[in-house]
């Protein structure tokens, strides 16, 4: 994680929030619990720049929250692509459903409700980027699971894996800290993969699929 004023210069010198997510991001902020857990304007610009590398036909995220990562990985969908976003929480439906519709997104995102752990076995892929931003101590299962409707050569993209440096710490042990710490170590030691873990924001997971 970068020291304050190295992030402030680093912010300063990327592409800045587009207008419509700013107001998103206000707006999560006023009505929403825990607003922290939103991907914020450098990890949304790191979103979208990964995403229009890619030009993914179809994303999965796993944690939608208010919309505002599903909105930066759609700006760099392929012509036709479609990404598909599973929230726990339905009380966010109507709000992610208006952002949606303002960022003109209604007919490229497919919204799903429930658990991931639920939801994840209904779904059949392939799917060129993964996005997993959701429970932490069940990073790992999700891993596995969208592992094999991960198409050969696609990413998986995992949030917060550095945990505010708790993963690194191993005298914490809360369930939180440990399941990210036991899948930053799976997929560390996986053959099938490649990884680079970026010290940003609370640190994010790349992987490539061999």
Known sequence: MLDEHIRTYVESVSSAEPDILAALNRET???????????????????????????????????????????C????????????????????ETMIRKWLAKTGNTEK??????????????????FDLVFIDADKYNYLDYYETVFPIVRQGGFILADNVLWDGKVADLTITDKETTGLRQFNDAVSNDDRVDTVMLPIRDGLMLVRKR
């Not at 304007?41 to 990964?50: A, C, D, E, K, V």
């Not at 995102?109 to 392939?126: N, Q, R, S, Y």
């Open 109 to 126: 995102v497919t919204l799903l409700f429930g658990p991931a752990k639920e939801v994840l076995p209904t779904l059949t892929g392939p």
């Open 29 to 71: 902020h006023l009505k929403v619990l825990y607003p922290r857990m939103l991907s914020g304007p450098y990890q949304g610009r790191l979103l979208s720049f990964i995403s229009h590398m890619i030009q993914p036909k179809a994303i999965l995220e796993i944690g939608t929250f208010t919309g505002y990562g599903s909105i």
């Open 73 to 92: 990985l759609a700006e760099g969908l392929a012509e036709g692509g479609k990404l598909t976003t599973i929230e726990r929480n339905a009380e966010l």
